[in-house]
T-cell receptor, first 112, second 116 residues
């Protein structure tokens, strides 16, 4: 049973606009959430994380929002750039860093 | 050089053959993991190890075994490969979270396995 879900397999956005990637989870015990970015033929690379004690974390163009009551998190990329085109995975864990559960990924295409 | 190195990067084999995928890391992390990626299924955990004497099954361990030969080395074996084990396999490491360490995963570049 998929505990972390990304319901949009793909997303296309114009360069300069905002990209919003969504993720839902079912396990209320999850307390640590991460976003990873993956280019073809490469391993996923860590992008940004958020602890359940926060509702927002920002790092440059990337912001992650966490809504615990809705069991939902989102990644905002502003402004989007063509180099952001990749597959984005969200992941969650209990007890901050034990077993990680990944979503199925969203393929983002930023159109120049 | 990559901090997390996987070998081989690509392998084609036949049903019933024994296959070993190897992972080595220079990050000094205690925790190591093996994931597989399949289209539409994301990354699923096969096995993980929190130190040399600790091995744990993940979500999909059936048909796989692992060996933690040293802190820096974690290998994944398919004793008798079958076609539905065709996938992209990733090794990952993490530090122990706490005291400002967030414990995120660091991935290797992946090993693409095809079982005919």
């Amino acid at each position: 049973d998929q505990q972390v879900k990304q319901n949009s397999p793909s997303l296309s956005v114009q360069e300069g606009r905002i990209s919003i990637l969504n993720c839902d989870y079912t396990n209320s015990m999850f307390d640590y959430f991460l976003w990873y970015k993956k280019y073809p033929a490469e391993g996923p690379t860590f992008l940004i994380s958020i602890s359940s004690i926060k509702d927002k974390n920002e790092d440059g163009r990337f912001t992650v929002f966490l809504n615990k009551s809705a069991k939902h998190l989102s990644l905002h990329i502003v402004p989007s750039q063509p180099g952001d085109s990749a597959v984005y995975f969200c992941a969650a864990s209990r007890n901050t860093g034990n077993q990680f559960y990944f979503g199925t990924g969203t393929s983002l295409t930023v159109i120049p | 050089d990559a901090d997390v190195t996987q070998t081989p990067r690509n392998r084609i084999t036949k049903t019933g053959k024994r296959i070993m995928l190897e992972c080595s890391q220079t990050k000094g992390h205690d925790r190591m993991y093996w994931y597989r990626q399949d289209p539409g299924l994301g990354l699923r955990l096969i096995y993980y190890s929190f130190d040399v004497k600790d091995i744990n099954k993940g979500e999909i361990s059936d048909g796989y075994s692992v060996s933690r030969q040293a802190q820096a080395k974690f290998s994944l074996s398919l004793e008798s490969a079958i076609p539905n084990q065709t996938a992209l396999y990733f090794c990952a490491t993490s530090d122990i979270p706490g005291q400002g360490i967030t414990g995120e995963l660091f991935f290797g570049e992946g090993s693409r396995l095809t079982v005919l």
